[in-house]
Nanobody, 125 residues
Framework: QLQPVESGGGLVQSGGSLRLSCAAS????????IGWFRQAPGKEREGVSC????????YYADSVKGRFTISRDNAENTVYLQMNSLKPEDTAIYYC??????????????????WGQGTQVTVSS
């Protein structure tokens, strides 16, 4: 079973940038749509961004559009989430997930997704 591993979280000041990575050994990530999701304390999990397998179509939640960029490096078998102009409200644990289809990722139907352990992103004001 696909087991993604996230990295790249940390503490950053408001307006700063971080790049999250989602990698997996033993599985080719390009076989899956990959989604980034986040969950802040006391809040429900929120879909942030998705990238399709194959043609690399992308989706962004309105809250991050224009600030975050999702991308794939198939040679590195890694999906990235470049986060710029970070805000305190971006503070959350960020998870990547392998999702069977891009559409399921976009609509947040992730019951059959394979999840990583998460990486903490903290944005100070």
């Amino acid at each position: 079973q696909l087991q993604p591993v996230e990295s790249g979280g940390g503490l950053v000041q408001s307006g700063g940038s971080l790049r999250l990575s989602c990698a997996a050994s033993g599985f080719t990530l390009d076989y899956y749509a990959i989604g980034w999701f986040r969950q802040a304390p006391g809040k429900e999990r929120e879909g942030v961004s998705c990238i399709s397998s194959g043609d690399g179509s992308t989706y962004y939640a309105d809250s991050v559009k224009g600030r975050f960029t999702i991308s794939r490096d198939n040679a590195e078998n890694t999906v990235y989430l470049q986060m710029n102009s970070l805000k305190p409200e971006d503070t959350a644990i960020y998870y990547c997930a392998g999702v069977p289809t891009f559409r399921l990722c976009v609509i947040g139907q992730v019951a059959h997704a394979s999840w990583g352990q998460g990486t903490q992103v903290t944005v100070s004001s």
